[in-house]
């Protein structure tokens, strides 16, 4: 089978798919089921953290791979208001969600399982809204 010739995907393809991880978290974030104690918050919970996780690289990452999507695909106006906690929860969904790690055993055996999340949702609710109010007028309509 033969490699595209074209490996990256135009901005504008791409966008729906940038859409498609904001509103899935949004969505979790959203849901009755997300304050849940039992099982199904728990994968509410599960599944806003993937895409928050997604939401992070996008805002605050730096092109790891050549075809990686970040903010400054899209923008150069946007300036991120980087949180404390970025480096912290990053590490966080990396060992605890992304990857079979030994440190999950840490986690639990300091008892360090509960997510706070309330603000980081905010916090990424309205690093969204910035930018989309950064975009440029032919731009914006891609995220609608």
Not at 10 to 20: C, G, I, Q, R
Not at 26 to 54: K, T
């Amino acid at each position: 089978m033969s490699q595209p010739t074209n490996l990256f995907l135009p901005l504008e393809k791409m966008a729906s798919h940038v859409f498609f991880e904001y509103h899935r978290f949004d969505l979790a974030a959203s849901n009755p089921a997300f304050r849940r104690s039992d099982e199904l918050g728990g994968l509410v919970r599960e599944a806003l953290l993937i895409h928050f996780r997604i939401l992070l690289g996008f805002f605050y990452g730096s092109k790891q791979q050549q075809d990686d999507v970040i903010v400054s695909d899209y923008t150069s106006t946007w300036i991120p208001n980087v949180p404390t906690w970025l480096e912290e929860y990053k590490q966080r969904c990396n060992k605890l969600l992304a990857h079979l790690t030994y440190k999950r055993v840490g986690y639990v055996d300091s008892n360090d399982m509960v997510w706070v999340l309330d603000d980081k949702i905010q916090h990424l609710r309205s690093e969204w809204q910035l930018f989309l109010n950064s975009l440029p007028a032919d731009r914006k309509v891609w995220f609608s």
